[in-house]
């Protein structure tokens, strides 16, 4: 779990959400971490590379058949 998804808008559920992680700190720590590792494996610029490659390489692909 790398965080917490609540509506746009509604409030009572993000202070919730927000509560909980001051409360716990072990937890705010997991979800740090775990938050991070995504970032750096889905959102790194090698990352994005490979997708926007693989992408144009799709693209490509369908225009030659």
Do not use: H, K, M, N
């Amino acid at each position: 779990q790398s965080g917490f998804c609540v509506r746009a808008g509604a409030a009572a559920p993000l202070a919730e959400a927000l509560d909980r992680l001051a409360a716990d700190p072990e937890l705010s720590r997991r979800i740090g971490l775990a938050a991070r590792q995504r970032v750096l494996t889905e959102y790194s610029l090698p990352a994005i590379t490979g997708q926007t490659l693989r992408r144009y390489e799709e693209v490509l692909t369908d225009a030659r058949r």
